[in-house]
């Protein structure tokens, strides 16, 4: 089975300052991981993906993320936030070995950037 | 370009009552098609996905159901909605040959009172 875990339910960091947004996944294969963002009442944006290749993954807006395969973890950085960052980020898995097809979502993160 | 839309953007049904929301994507052929609802403002939970015409996958049983009537239809329905029902339903799509990258809808807020 595919999961992901997001352990912080908010992060709050003041504009300026680096975010990191953490994520841990659990799956039996090599994982496909993403990062999705969400603004109040919409769909989900795509952020970044990471399939193979380079562990650091660049993204939309200035996101990056750093796949970790020993720590199973792909957590979402960006050097100096704004406050337009300030929004609900979601991490989500697929393992493609275990044919499952669609998406698992992390439970989410409010990231509260402060001006 | 592709496109994505879902309607009605907001919806409030009494109890019992029956549901049908619509989600259409245009540019793109054969896509992979999912339904998710979001409760409370965070995690979602995958309902269905479907990758063809007729070809409807559930995730979890429940009160709802999904019919994909059209190559770029997917219809999520329910016959009787419960208190539970509420919270915000989004539509995606993914290329027929990629189900990694998946492009969400703008989401239609159901209200059960």
């Known amino acids: 089975a595919q999961s992901v875990a997001q352990p912080e339910d908010q992060v709050n960091v003041a504009e300026g300052n680096p975010l990191t947004v953490k994520c841990t996944y659990s799956?039996?294969?090599?994982?496909?991981l993403f990062w999705y963002v969400q603004y109040p009442n919409r769909g989900l944006q795509f952020l970044l993906k990471?399939?193979?290749?380079?562990?650091l993954v660049k993204g939309s807006y200035g996101f990056e993320a750093e796949f970790n395969k020993s720590q199973t973890s792909f957590h979402l950085k960006k050097p100096s936030a704004l406050v337009s960052d300030s929004a609900l980020y979601f991490c989500?898995?697929?393992?493609?070995?275990?044919?499952?097809?669609?998406?698992?979502f992390g439970s989410g993160t409010r990231l509260q950037v402060q001006p | 370009s592709q496109t994505i839309h879902q309607w009605p953007a907001t919806l409030v049904q009494p109890v019992g009552s029956p549901l049908s929301l619509e989600c259409t994507v245009e540019g793109t052929s054969n896509p992979n098609l999912y339904w998710y609802r979001q409760a409370a403002g965070r995690g979602l939970q995958l309902l269905f996905y479907s990758v063809g015409i007729g070809q409807i996958s559930s995730e979890v049983p429940q009160n709802l159901s999904a019919s994909r009537p059209q190559d770029r239809q997917f219809i999520l329905s329910s016959k009787k909605l419960l208190l539970s029902d509420s919270g915000f339903y989004l539509c995606?799509?993914?290329?027929?040959?990629?189900?990694?990258?998946?492009?969400f809808g703008p989401g239609t807020r159901l209200t059960v009172l």
């Open positions: 995606a799509w993914s290329a027929w040959d990629n189900h990694n990258e998946q492009f």
């Open positions: 799956v039996s294969g090599n994982p496909y």
């Open positions: 990471y399939i193979t290749g380079d562990n």
């Open positions: 989500a898995v697929r393992d493609p070995v275990a044919g499952r097809r669609a998406l698992t």
